[in-house]
T-cell receptor, first 111, second 113 residues
Framework: QKEVEQNSGPLSVPEGAIASLNCTYS??????FFWYRQYSGKSPELIMS????GDKEDGRFTAQLNKASQYVSLLIRDSQPSDSATYLC???????????FGGGTRLMVKP | DTEVTQTPKHLVMGMTNKKSLKCEQH?????MYWYKQKAKKPPELMFV???????INESVPSRFSPECPNSSLLNLHLHALQPEDSALYLC????????????FGQGTRLTVV
């Protein structure tokens, strides 16, 4: 059973729209949650981290965490074609320093 | 500075060769990682070093041998690899601790022929 689940997509949104990416995790004692962006052929780039329930905003990005529902999401406002990439949800469990990645969601932003 | 540097960027090796991948960071991080990523798949953890000691080995075959000579360097020694080992090998580093953010290098694209 996968520990971190994401819809593989592709998720297609028009330019300027809000893209909503979702992630669920199975380990209730998970402590920290991260979103990485990965362009094709490149390495993952950290874009958001969140540790407590609620919302965390950084520019056009908002991460949302609900530990009771074991759910993390990433909202991208005013989506741009340059946001087209695979978004990886990663969870650090109770053991610490052991990131587990979801399968990633491919986002396509159409001009 | 959030830079993790990996060399080489590309590597082609035969199944009888011995080669090494190198990773360097100067962020003062004391945890370093090797991940393997196949096409259209997420990164898979291979090894974790904490304070220069191997803390996690995810049942990786012995043809992959990690080494952490000091707090800034991480190597992955390769020997007798198989074509199915061809992948993007990613190094990452972070502070030690569950809330630490991990930063990735640009990766080494390995092809085994």
């Amino acid at each position: 059973q996968k520990e971190v689940e994401q819809n593989s997509g592709p998720l297609s949104v028009p330019e300027g729209a809000i893209a909503s990416l979702n992630c669920t995790y199975s380990d209730r004692v998970s402590q920290s949650f991260f979103w990485y962006r990965q362009y094709s052929g490149k390495s993952p780039e950290l874009i958001m981290s969140i540790y407590s329930n609620g919302d965390k905003e950084d520019g056009r990005f908002t991460a949302q965490l609900n530990k009771a529902s074991q759910y993390v999401s990433l909202l991208i406002r005013d989506s741009q074609p340059s946001d087209s990439a695979t978004y990886l949800c990663a969870v650090n469990g109770n053991a610490g320093n052991m990131l587990t990645f979801g399968g990633g969601t491919r986002l396509m932003v159409k001009p | 500075d959030t830079e993790v540097t990996q060399t080489p960027k590309h590597l082609v090796m035969g199944m009888t060769n011995k080669k090494s991948l190198k990773c360097e960071q100067h962020m003062g991080h004391r945890a370093m990682y090797w991940y393997k990523q196949k096409a259209k798949k997420p990164p898979e953890l291979m090894f974790v070093y904490s304070y220069e000691k191997l803390s996690i080995n995810e049942s990786v075959p012995s043809r992959f041998s990690p080494e952490c000579p000091n707090s800034s360097l991480l190597n992955l020694h390769l020997h007798a690899l198989q074509p199915e080992d061809s992948a993007l090998y990613l190094c990452a580093s972070s502070q030690v601790g569950g809330e630490a953010e991990a930063f990735f290098g640009q990766g080494t694209r390995l092809t085994v022929v």
